[in-house]
């Protein structure tokens, strides 16, 4: 059940997502820029690396977990998929919220168990009760 509803909240993103591609690639190169120019100690592959964890951010909602090990996926090092989560900028209690309200416009869940598939996706338990929390508000 828990892997079905991923690939079904993964789906919905991907089809409900409204951006183009220009702007996408045009938002890659500006952050690309920017993280050069504001992590001059960062190598190459780290700033390419939190150019990709952004972009992941504005199209879906993550866990830190969940964030690492798609980077991770993308070909990253450990090292460098971890350097774009810390730097990214990302407030894991509101990437709970948003994951725990989407999964909610598909198909429903009792507080327990949504909490229960958010720690599935990598969230902890802190972070997917607030998410559950605040979106059965």
Known sequence: MKKIATLLLTALMLFSTSFTLTGCLDA?????QQNASNNVNATMGERMALSSAKNYLRVSAFSRK???EQLEFEGYTTEEATYAVNNCGANWKEQAVKSAK?????????????IEQLEFEGYTTE???????????
């Open 28 to 32: 890659t190169i500006s952050d690309t």
């Open 66 to 68: 969940g964030l690492i």
């Open 127 to 137: 972070e997917a009760t607030y998410g559950v929390e605040q979106a059965y508000k």
């Open 102 to 114: 989407n999964y909610l416009k598909i198909m429903p869940f009792s507080k327990q168990g949504l």
